[in-house]
């Protein structure tokens, strides 16, 4: 009797080893079942991102659409309810300042250069010159503010020879 007790515990023990391989294999192929058809949808996805972005012809341009899709559900009003328009003539008559700084700022982050007409260096160099020449009249007129000239520092803190 206690023979059968032994023969009939292994069985048991062999049956719910058969059972818990069986199971184990059965959780991997389907775990590699899923990982294959996330992998099929990624890989689809990406394709067809990478040809709605290649139509648009660049990437920003693309990015864009988005936004403004996005922005077009948007709960949030995109148009104020009041405006307040302060002084102002020409183009900017609607806009103020406030407009023109926030046209630029928009126009920047969309990529488009602000180089001006190309004569940057010539600007720059006519506004160090106006500058420096305002700083020596002051500085001759007798203000003592005005910090010497840059030259004028270097020559006063060189070490006599």
């Known amino acids: 009797m206690a023979q059968a007790q ?29 990982g294959q058809r996330l992998l099929q949808i990624g890989l689809s996805e990406a394709s067809v ?6 139509s648009y ?49 928009v126009a920047e982050k969309s990529g488009f250069k602000l180089d001006g007409n190309g004569h940057s260096d010539q600007i720059k160099a006519l506004s160090e010159r106006l500058a420096q020449e305002a700083m020596d009249s002051m500085h001759l007129a007798g203000n003592s503010d005005v910090p010497p000239k840059i030259e004028e520092r270097l020559t006063a803190t060189a070490p006599v020879q």
Do not use: F
């Not at 559900?73 to 102002?88: D, K």
């Not at 183009?91 to 700022?105: H, P, S, V, Y």
């Open 57 to 105: 012809g660049d990437p920003r341009l693309y990015a864009l659409a988005l936004v403004a899709e996005h922005l077009s559900r948007s709960e949030q009003p995109l148009v104020p309810q009041q405006m307040l328009v302060t002084g102002g003539s020409g183009d900017n008559a609607t806009t103020g300042i406030l407009g023109t700084l926030l046209n630029l700022l």
């Open 6 to 34: 032994l023969e009939k515990s292994r069985h048991q023990a062999e049956q719910t080893l058969v059972t818990a391989r069986a199971e184990s294999e059965q959780r991997v192929l389907a775990g590699k079942g899923e």
């Open 49 to 54: 991102l990478m040809q709605k972005v290649t």
